[in-house]
């Protein structure tokens, strides 16, 4: 008890300030890492360091040296293992992704861009229109920007079906939106490595959750096959939704932008 006490004598305010900071850090990590590969990869990192731990109090010589060897080859590999996950934070630290974004538009507007979006995608979704619509946020999309057609034009439900339909010069590739314009059209996105995904999704769909998996971005698909409207976002794809929960889900997104510190691990849907 007398130890505690000590202890307790000595905490500063200073001491607080870093518990706090260190808190938010590993805090804002998790936030950049849920819902992707690298979840179920930290999870068997714990797992090894604990059984490390253990196997040094009860002295299990072979065990220790096994671990042993085993992270200090982990210490070489996990850059490599993470590096989607590491560049997305190096990324949102250097564009103050660490710190709640926005679209740079008021609210007003955000709302006004996802009501015209969501009025687009139902029709799209009606007619089994393919298409491929990204709302940029914190990390900025120029170099994907620049592999389309430059349109600069405000954000509307009509302008959206226009570039979508069939057989027309804008219909392949991504439409991208930079807070309440639409920058440009048949944009071009690289697709996901990840080869545990349904095989039943198109090029599409894992076009935008390879742009997901580099950066920010928020992306609306419609399935051609389908007509199936789906949001990507950090890598993870939520499949069927409805307008009223594409409508939540985008300005939970894009409005507020403050994920629920109880769902750091939760994977979406994929129904």
């Avoid at 389309?148 to 219909?171: K, R, Y």
């Avoid at 609306?220 to 890598?235: K, W």
């Amino acid at each position: 008890m007398g130890a505690w006490l000590d202890v307790l004598r000595k905490f500063t305010v200073w001491d607080a300030v870093d518990i706090i900071i260190v808190a938010y850090l590993l805090y804002r990590f998790l936030l950049v890492i849920r819902g992707t590969r690298a979840v179920p990869l930290l999870k068997g990192v714990i797992i090894i360091l604990l059984a490390t731990a253990l196997s040094f109090l009860f002295h299990l010589q072979a065990l220790s040296w096994l671990l042993g060897n085993i992270i200090r080859v982990g210490l070489i590999a996990i850059p490599v293992v993470f590096q989607p996950e590491l560049r997305r934070a190096l990324e949102r630290l250097g564009g103050g992704g660490f710190l709640p974004v926005s679209l740079g538009v008021s609210q007003s507007d955000a709302q006004r861009t996802i009501l015209e979006v969501v009025k687009a995608a139902q029709v799209l979704s009606k007619n089994h229109i393919g298409a491929l619509v990204v709302m940029e946020r914190g990390t900025g999309l120029t170099e994907y920007i620049e592999t389309g057609t430059l349109i600069e034009g405000h954000v509307t439900s009509e302008l959206i079906l226009n570039a979508f339909v069939p057989n027309t010069p804008l219909h392949d590739g991504a439409m991208i939106i930079r807070g309440a314009r639409i920058v440009a059209a048949a944009c071009l996105l690289p697709l996901t490595e990840n080869r545990i995904l349904d095989r039943q999704l198109g090029t599409r769909h894992r076009a935008a959750i390879g742009l997901t998996e580099q950066s920010d971005a928020v992306v609306v698909v419609v399935s051609e096959e389908t007509g199936q409207v789906s949001i990507a976002v950090d890598g993870v794809m939520t499949r069927n939704l409805g307008e009223a929960a594409l409508i939540e889900m985008l300005k939970s997104l894009l409005v507020s932008d403050r994920p629920s510190p109880f769902k750091l691990f939760g994977r979406k849907a994929e129904s």
